[in-house]
T-cell receptor, first 112, second 113 residues
Framework: KNQVEQSPQSLIILEGKNCTLQ??????????LRWYKQDTGRGPVSLTI?????NTKSNGRYTATLDADTKQSSLHITASQLSDSASYIC???????????FGGGTRLMVKP | DVKVTQSSRYLVKRTGEKVFLECVQD?????MFWYRQDPGLGLRLIYF???????EKGDIPEGYSVSREKKERFSLILESASTNQTSMYLC????????????FGPGTRLTVT
């Protein structure tokens, strides 16, 4: 069964600090991996999408890494801001069709 | 700019009522999806549609039906709402298969009392 596990479940950091969120997956055959940011009461918004051949992709202060061999991804947030407080969801797609496998998310709180 | 809209942000219904959740996208996307999101369970796919009048069951279709009469509109129907259907409902659309990005609407928070 395809699974996506994220850690930690929740995280509190001080404004200006860096943090790293983890995602492990067992989806096969792998197509791509996305990180979404979901503000409270809103729909998820895509941050990055990575295919098998990509191992790093950046979007401003967000940098995602992918190790397709170990089936792990991380999302690094640099110089955190209060607006980074949100849930971050890792989503993995297989080649079989329309099905995505969602992780449970990491809830990040950035405190002043 | 990409736009997926949902008919209501918050909805309160009574047990046994028929509930309609509407989703509209303006990107001419082929595929549309309905998910529900519950704490600790993440997003779970209820139904999706890859073309007008076409639908496929997702992981948790029981108690739900869908309708897609026009390309831009995808409706989720709760035939007889129950308290265990209290949840956040998210609609999404994409140009193609799972290799394409899905764009999400703002969500509808449904409470069934």
């Amino acid at each position: 069964k395809n699974q996506v596990e994220q850690s930690p479940q929740s995280l509190i950091i001080l404004e200006g600090k860096n943090c790293t969120l983890q995602c492990n997956y067992t989806v096969s055959p792998f197509s791509n991996l996305r990180w979404y940011k979901q503000d409270t009461g809103r729909g998820p918004v895509s941050l990055t999408i990575m295919t098998f051949s990509e191992n790093t992709k950046s979007n401003g202060r967000y940098t995602a890494t992918l190790d397709a061999d170990t089936k792990q991804s991380s999302l690094h947030i640099t110089a955190s801001q209060l607006s980074d407080s949100a849930s971050y969801i890792c989503v993995v797609s297989d080649n079989a069709g329309n099905m995505l496998t969602f992780g449970g998310g990491t809830r990040l709180m950035v405190k002043p | 700019d990409v736009k997926v809209t949902q008919s209501s942000r918050y909805l309160v219904k009574r047990t046994g009522e028929k509930v309609f959740l509407e989703c509209v996208q303006d990107m001419d996307h082929e595929n549309m999806f309905w998910y529900r999101q519950d704490p600790g369970l993440g997003l779970r796919l209820i139904y999706f549609s890859y073309d007008v009048k076409m639908k496929e069951k997702g992981d948790i279709p029981e108690g739900y039906s869908v309708s897609r009469e026009k390309k831009e509109r995808f409706s989720l129907i709760l035939e007889s709402a129950s308290t265990n259907q209290t949840s956040m409902y998210l609609c999404a659309s994409s140009l193609g298969t799972a290799t394409y990005e899905q764009y999400f609407g703002p969500g509808t928070r449904l409470t069934v009392t």
